[in-house]
């Protein structure tokens, strides 16, 4: 019984065999509860039938022999003594019942005076002719009705476990399909709400792991790009110094360095980006004083922003918030430092926060630089994603990537704007108090 079908199947019969054995031990109590109250009325008849045979016995003589009842109907034996235990009348043959015991005669009293006594058959239900043919066809009915209601219903059930059945089936096999690597595949999202919404739930699921395939394929290729490049034009340089054709100046040593450098820049952002990703990480979540979190980061880059002829300026309240401070400032910083890069000099670079909502604040990073086209805008959080202006600047292309995943760390999200009479303006919204669940 592994399979749903021979489940609902088996559920359905089990079911029906338990309603009608409940039927018919109700039925049961109920047919022994009204015999016995069939036998009391009939009992009580037959009392009041002697009580009415005495009346008018008493002003008779006494017969030589029983005087037949004909005007008692019951099919029950009826026979009636006289205060001396003498059988004056019976239903039955007028020689039956006599020279035997009468020591269990019922006695009639009219008028608390003794009249006589009476004995009865048996006043069973099933005694009766008629009532006998009423329970013949009461158990008929059951019998036939109980075998009609098993058969209907396990045809009920076959009918809606296969209508339950194929619909799971799609999605097992669907499933099984998304597991072979074919996640182009789309399961029907049909049948019930909850195997529907199973459906969608996977195909949802298919959709971001062709997704992540392909991001993760583009990455590969631009890591295996932004790597290439830097160790080719590394060996090109050493070669040439190898062969004599560069002299190993301390100015192309340099250059070398610098290529070194980024090289190691992008591993090391590789690894962050890998560690923020973790599921195993934890955040290390306490209360941060926002304004001198703020004034930090304004003293950290006061020379570079002074060496590009560049004005930082922060406002906002004083404001306490929660959250992982080292990885929030490298989330700002990030942001805070393309800012730097990528400014026209005798510019503003402008700081702002502040709380939005009771429980919600924001930090935006504001410049004045060249203007993002909107394709930028989409892109501008994608890995190793860098605009034209940025190609030719130091950097991974991760660092946007990395406060994206901070942000999102922390329950909040990340928006860039970018117009030429504003400026590009970078907006993280995050809860104030933030907690990991």
């Excluded at 338990?18 to 037959?46: D, K, P, Q």
């Excluded at 360095?257 to 590789?270: F, S, T, V």
């Excluded at 999102?408 to 704007?417: M, Q, R």
């Amino acid at each position: 019984m592994k399979t749903l079908f021979a489940r609902i199947v088996l559920s359905f019969t089990l079911t029906l065999v338990m309603l009608v054995s409940v039927l018919g031990t109700v039925l049961f109590i109920g047919y022994h509860r009204s015999t016995a109250i069939w036998s009391e009325s009939r009992i009580g008849a037959i009392q009041a039938y002697a009580e009415e045979f005495f009346l008018d016995f008493a002003g008779l003589q006494r017969p030589s022999e029983p005087i037949p009842v004909e005007n008692f109907t019951m099919d029950v034996p009826l026979f009636l003594y006289d205060i001396n235990r003498v059988l004056v009348a019976t239903n039955r043959g007028t020689s039956r019942h006599r020279g035997q015991g009468t020591e269990n005669l019922e006695p009639v009293y009219i008028d608390s005076r003794l009249a006589g006594y009476y004995a009865a058959g048996t006043t069973q239900f099933r005694n009766d002719a008629s009532n006998v043919a009423f329970l013949n066809t009461l158990v008929s009915a059951l019998v036939f009705g109980s075998i009609a209601a098993l058969l209907i219903g396990i045809g009920a059930g076959i009918f809606l476990s296969r209508s339950l059945v194929k619909p799971a089936n799609l999605v097992s096999e669907g499933i099984d399909t998304f597991a072979r690597g074919n996640l182009a595949h789309r399961i029907p999202e049909t049948g019930t709400r909850e195997i529907a919404r199973i459906a969608q739930a996977a195909n949802i699921m298919a959709q971001r792991l062709s997704r992540e395939r392909e991001i993760r394929s583009q990455w590969a290729q631009d890591i295996t790009h932004d790597l290439r490049t830097p160790v080719a034009s590394i060996k090109v340089r050493l070669e040439a110094f190898l062969d004599g054709v560069f002299e190993p100046t301390s100015e192309r040593i340099k250059s070398v360095q610098e290529e070194l450098g980024r090289m190691e820049d992008l591993i090391a952002d590789l690894e962050e980006l890998t560690r923020l990703e973790t599921p195993e990480l934890v955040l290390d979540i306490q209360p941060i004083d926002l304004a001198s979190f703020m004034d930090s980061l304004e003293k950290r880059f006061a020379s570079q922003s002074q060496a590009r002829n560049l004005t930082i300026q922060c406002s906002g309240p004083k404001l306490l918030i929660h959250g992982d401070e080292p990885l929030l400032y490298r989330a700002v910083s990030n942001l805070v430092s393309n800012a730097v890069s990528y400014s026209f000099t005798h510019t503003v670079i402008a700081i702002q926060w502040g709380q939005t909502s009771p429980k919600e604040y924001q930090i935006s990073v504001s410049n004045t630089g060249p203007v993002l086209t909107e394709e930028q805008q989409e892109k501008i959080f994608t890995r190793l994603y860098r605009t034209d202006n940025g190609r030719t600047s130091p950097g991974s292309g991760l660092g946007l990537t990395i406060t994206q995943q901070i942000v999102t760390l922390h329950g909040g999200t990340i928006t860039v704007k970018s117009s030429s009479s504003a400026g590009t303006v970078f907006s993280l919204t995050l809860p104030v108090h933030f907690s990991v669940s």
